[in-house]
């Protein structure tokens, strides 16, 4: 009985830590910029960025302050496995040079956080790997707002949950982006 007690407060404690991490704060933003309050978010919660002109990751937060210079703009986003919601995809808001994005395992992403990216970056956008996420066959229709996708890479779930909606939103992509290639892990 105490193990159980002790693991429902983990997990509320958890939930509490997961929330305040994704919170998206707008004076923040306003006073840093979005490209560098997105770097702290990512990095926060274990996800990893390249900004536009860099050879190499930056994968922790001790790589943060790179970020804070007005030039830095990000163009890639790694967050496999990362501890990102839903809510906190606030925080591509802003992010005008975003290529790339993988969340690969963020099961926290569903199609609220999808419809959000899809929102702020649809103009840049041209890669997005969902495979392991939360995201449904009805949130791929979000993915219709990006004019430049070129890769979609997801996990067999979603061509199986509703057989005729994927294929529809599945066409409408490639009628859409005439080289998309889509992946299915």
């Excluded at 105490?2 to 919170?23: C, D, V």
């Amino acid at each position: 009985m105490a193990i159980s007690r002790y693991l429902k407060r983990s997990r509320l404690f958890y939930g509490f830590i997961n929330i305040a991490f994704n919170h998206y704060d707008k004076e923040r933003v306003n006073r840093i910029g979005p490209d560098a309050a997105a770097a702290e978010w990512l990095l926060k919660n274990e996800g990893s960025i390249r900004g536009r002109g860099f050879s190499s990751w930056i994968e922790d937060y001790s790589g943060v302050s790179v970020c804070y210079t007005p030039s830095f703009k990000i163009a890639q986003i790694k967050a496999v496995d990362a501890d990102i919601t839903s809510g906190g995809c606030e925080h591509f808001k802003g992010l005008d040079n975003l290529q790339s994005i993988t969340l690969t395992g963020c099961v926290n992403i569903g199609d609220h956080g999808l419809q959000l990216i899809c929102r702020h970056c649809h103009k840049t956008l041209e890669m997005i790997d969902i495979s392991g996420t939360g995201v449904t066959t009805t949130g791929l229709k979000h993915l219709l707002a990006c004019s430049n996708l070129k890769s979609l890479i997801h996990d067999q779930r979603l061509c199986y949950s509703n057989e005729q909606l994927y294929s529809e939103t599945l066409e409408k992509l490639k009628e859409l982006n005439k080289k998309l290639e889509v992946v299915v892990l």
